[in-house]
């Protein structure tokens, strides 16, 4: 039954996007401002964010990464990564980049034979590295724009149109259709594994920002919009307005 519903939202939900796709003539223009009318609201979640981070998800993740050797870590994240190509397929689909589909395809096909269920990135080493996408990435190639700023539980930095495309992401990712009961919690427990991984990696990094930064939440707020709409621009530079460039002693 289970596997019925989760079929039949997947198909109305690609029916959806393909209408839309179809709909949508150009992409969404890309804003060089900070657009966040809900400041307040989402400085009282990024506390609790600092506050969870603090208590559990920095320490578990350090207590992963001092007893996890690092090479199992790397598998883990290879094969975390991996499962995540299905679904960037799918929107390369739904963006009508072909040539990026059928990368994603072959890397995965590769890694998966080749490189033991994903666990050995075989596929980069080969010279084909990931085309990295996003249901967010989708909506902004069929014109839906950026949208306010957002600071997601848990999640952290976002934006109204990124936060949506999460939830799309998680729906619509063809692994969801085969796998089910354990299978799914292994796919599942593999990818938190790997986010605790990367919080381990980079824990320098954001601990700066969080804990270092004279105002954590701007700061976050900031590099993660810089980020993201530079690579809605395949890596395109454009002028960036920040209201914090004072602040920071930017230039």
Same mark, same amino acid.
């Given at each position: 039954? !289970?596997?019925?519903? !989760?079929?039949?939202?997947?198909?109305?939900?690609?029916?959806?996007?393909?209408?839309?796709?179809? !709909?949508?003539?150009t992409p969404a223009p890309i804003p060089?401002?900070?657009?966040?009318?809900?400041?307040?609201?989402?400085?009282?979640?990024?506390? &609790?964010?600092?506050?969870?981070?603090?208590?559990?998800?920095?320490?578990?993740?350090?207590?992963?990464?001092?007893?996890?050797?690092?090479?199992?870590?790397?598998?883990?994240?290879? =094969?975390?990564?991996?499962?995540?190509?299905?679904?960037?397929?799918?929107?390369?689909?739904?963006? /009508? #980049?072909? +040539?990026?589909?059928?990368?994603?395809?072959?890397?995965?096909?590769?890694?998966?034979?080749?490189?033991?269920?994903?666990?050995? +990135?075989?596929?980069? @080493?080969?010279?084909?590295?990931?085309?990295?996408?996003d249901f967010g990435e989708t909506l902004? &190639?069929?014109? $839906? *724009?950026?949208?306010?700023?957002?600071?997601?539980?848990?999640?952290?930095?976002?934006?109204?149109?990124?936060a949506f495309g999460r939830v799309v992401?998680?729906? &619509?990712?063809?692994?969801?259709?085969?796998?089910?009961?354990?299978? #799914?919690?292994?796919?599942? =427990?593999?990818?938190? /594994? =790997?986010?605790?991984?990367? *919080?381990? #990696?980079?824990? +320098?990094? $954001? +601990? !700066?920002?969080?804990? @270092?930064?004279? %105002?954590?939440? /701007?700061?976050? *707020?900031?590099?993660?919009?810089?980020?993201? #709409?530079?690579?809605? *621009?395949?890596?395109?530079?454009?002028?960036?307005?920040?209201?914090? @460039? %004072?602040?920071?002693?930017?230039?």
């Amino acid at each position: 039954m !289970s596997k019925r519903i !989760s079929k039949n939202i997947f198909q109305g939900l690609l029916a959806i996007t393909l209408v839309a796709g179809l !709909s949508a003539c150009t992409p969404a223009p890309i804003p060089n401002e900070i657009n966040d009318p809900n400041e307040a609201g989402n400085r009282d979640t990024h506390a &609790v964010n600092i506050d969870v981070d603090r208590a559990i998800v920095r320490p578990t993740a350090n207590a992963y990464g001092t007893v996890i050797p690092e090479p199992v870590r790397n598998a883990i994240g290879n =094969a975390a990564s991996n499962l995540n190509l299905p679904g960037m397929v799918f929107n390369n689909l739904m963006q /009508a #980049r072909f +040539d990026d589909a059928a990368a994603n395809t072959f890397r995965f096909l590769l890694n998966t034979t080749l490189g033991f269920a994903g666990i050995v +990135d075989v596929a980069t @080493e080969a010279g084909l590295p990931a085309r990295a996408t996003d249901f967010g990435e989708t909506l902004h &190639v069929w014109g $839906v *724009r950026e949208g306010n700023y957002l600071e997601l539980p848990l999640v952290g930095p976002s934006t109204e149109r990124h936060a949506f495309g999460r939830v799309v992401d998680t729906v &619509v990712n063809p692994l969801n259709l085969v796998f089910g009961g354990m299978d #799914r919690t292994i796919l599942t =427990a593999t990818g938190v /594994a =790997a986010r605790f991984g990367d *919080r381990y #990696r980079y824990s +320098d990094l $954001v +601990d !700066s920002i969080l804990y @270092e930064s004279e %105002d954590g939440y /701007a700061q976050a *707020r900031l590099l993660y919009l810089q980020n993201r #709409r530079f690579q809605l *621009r395949d890596g395109a530079e454009q002028e960036f307005f920040d209201p914090y @460039e %004072d602040i920071y002693g930017g230039n």
